[in-house]
């Protein structure tokens, strides 16, 4: 959920900060005192469209940040996919705006606008009054029922996008494999030149790691004799005044104290393995000296063989196991072109195969969505009519695509007729902004227990409706604030009653600047809003006494549901 908001130098704002709490957020305040910078803050927190107008006037720059609290573990999976790790589960969003252009961050990190909207799409859903908009276009209809009905079509879904992807990978070998003869003669021949190629070098497995290390001991072998023989001379050389020689001289010397001390037996002895493991280094470090002279003819055979597999690494692949590959796939490609007729053939068929798995799974994505499709207009319709759509029909009308797709073949469109004798229409012909926010909510509704988004921000919902219709709303945005956290940004007394935290926006002046706040109001504080949005200018007792009761039934509501 969205924990803190935080904005500097945007607009009318000097510098608020608010904290939100689960459940339903009401914000009010007169017009005019900036509730629409606040929505256009988080806008722009998220990623939204910033021109330097928006900065307050003489300010240097603006800040908005946006901290979530991320408590669900399916949605720290879907951030963990973009590389967003939340830090003590917390998440900040944050949009630093300078004058024509802005920085975006995450938990600090700069990360670019299109990373920064693809994980506010994860943890917020805004519906103002252009955003109801999106219902107008009917490519996300189908969205909203394959959400609606998750645990029906997820898997049909993820095996249409795999025979989708095989689908189209057979249509690709086939399109690409459509060459007449001249072309394919073309292909053979350079394939058996390159067949020819590395066959003829007669590879061995892991022969070049073998080789290298061979030849660098080669070439090295000159200073590395040098060097044992250097070390043979100290420990065994003929010489006097080497390690063997002061060793027997050591022994002899010590020989006749172990005949009258036992400690000094004991370093006799010792001496003894010394001297005999001695013998044995020496012998071993003479055979190494002698495995270190190779004859030229030797060097220059590994030599010329390491240039001939370099050649062939530089054509090939990078390794002798990455040649051994490529030889693999140019002699299956070779054998597909020698056999074309019968390749084609083989091509073909897969993608009749293909096809007809794609097909089938299609069928039953298309049966399970029309199935659920039923009950959730069931759902949505009921929801309107309680939002005061007294004689609505909704539907949801299927047709088939023209050409496969990864979602199937599918396309729905809701359509509505909200007055009795009306014909029913497309859902887009609706120009009333009041009713699409008022379906959006009936959707919203159904979905608040499919969805995952954890923040829902609403505003400018109370278009165009009053009384009865207002309470219906009220009643709605209270059930959906149970199921995720609910923002909303309301002119209407019987939204702002249902609030479980209430804010109030309001706007102050001094003979220098204005400034829009945001305050946090307590029970008797939010009364008295509700009366100011009741009664205007003037409260009256007794309209004091109306939004007390408000309030009072606006609990009880919410008790009972």
Do not use: W
């Amino acid at each position: 959920m969205l924990q803190n908001l935080y904005v500097k130098n945007l607009a009318l704002i000097d510098e608020i900060e608010v904290g939100f709490q689960p459940g339903l957020n009401i914000l009010t305040g007169e017009t005019g005192a900036g509730k629409s910078i606040i929505l256009g803050s988080v806008n722009l927190a998220l990623g939204g469209r910033y021109n330097a107008d928006m900065l307050r006037t003489g300010a240097p720059y603006g800040l908005v940040e946006l901290t979530f609290l991320i408590e669900n573990n399916t949605l720290l999976k879907q951030l963990e996919k973009l590389d967003i790790y939340p830090e003590n589960g917390l998440l900040t969003l944050s949009r630093r705006l300078m004058d024509g252009r802005s920085v975006s961050k995450i938990n600090g990190e700069t990360v670019t606008k299109n990373v920064l909207q693809e994980v506010a799409g994860l943890l917020i859903d805004i519906h103002g009054q252009h955003e109801h908009q999106t219902l107008l276009s009917k490519k996300n209809h189908l969205a909203l029922l394959d959400i609606y009905a998750r645990d029906t079509v997820r898997r049909l879904k993820e095996e249409t996008a795999v025979c989708y992807k095989k689908y189209r990978k057979c249509k690709r070998n086939l399109e690409e494999s459509d060459m007449d003869e001249a072309e394919r003669k073309k292909e053979i021949s350079f394939l058996e030149f390159e067949i020819g190629e590395i066959e003829d070098a007669s590879l061995q497995p892991n022969e070049d790691e073998e080789l290298e290390e061979r030849y660098c001991h080669m070439t090295n072998g000159r200073k590395l004799s040098e060097s044992t023989a250097e070390a043979y001379q100290y420990t065994s050389g003929d010489s006097g005044g080497n390690a063997s020689d002061l060793l027997s001289r050591s022994i002899h010397a010590l020989s006749h104290v172990e005949k009258f001390d036992e400690r000094g037996g004991e370093l006799y002895r010792q001496l003894l393995e010394i001297d005999s493991l001695l013998n044995d280094f020496n012998r071993e470090l003479s055979e190494y000296e002698k495995s270190l002279e190779y004859p030229e003819e030797e060097l220059y055979q590994a030599e010329n063989r390491l240039n001939e597999i370099n050649h062939l690494k530089v054509k090939y692949g990078n390794s002798v196991g990455e040649i051994f590959t490529y030889l693999a796939e140019k002699q299956q490609r070779l054998a597909e072109l020698q056999n074309y007729e019968t390749y084609l053939g083989e091509l073909k068929q897969e993608l009749v195969r293909s096809e007809a798995d794609l097909q089938a799974v299609s069928e039953k994505l298309t049966k399970a969505r029309e199935k659920a499709a039923a009950q959730f207009v069931k759902e949505i319709c009921q929801g309107l009519k309680e939002l005061n759509f007294l004689d609505v029909r909704f539907e949801m009308r299927f047709a088939t695509l023209e050409k496969y797709s990864a979602n199937g073949v599918d396309e729905a469109e809701f359509y509505i007729s909200t007055n009795p004798g009306e014909p029913i229409k497309p859902l887009g012909s609706i120009a009333s902004g009041g009713e699409l926010s008022r379906v959006m909510l009936a959707v919203k509704t159904v979905l608040a227990d499919e969805e995952e988004t954890p923040t829902l921000i609403f505003d400018e919902i109370d278009a165009g409706i009053s009384g009865i219709t207002a309470a219906k709303v009220a009643q709605k945005m209270r059930i959906i604030g149970k199921k995720c956290q609910v923002i909303c940004i309301t002119h209407l007394p019987q939204i702002a009653a249902m609030a479980d935290v209430h804010y109030l926006i309001e706007k102050s002046t001094d003979k220098k600047k204005t400034k829009t706040d945001i305050i946090c109001l307590d029970e008797d504080a939010s009364i008295n809003e509700l009366a100011r949005i009741l009664g205007g200018e003037k409260i009256t007792g007794n309209i004091l006494v109306s939004a007390r009761e408000m309030k009072e039934l606006a609990k009880s509501d919410g008790t009972e549901s």
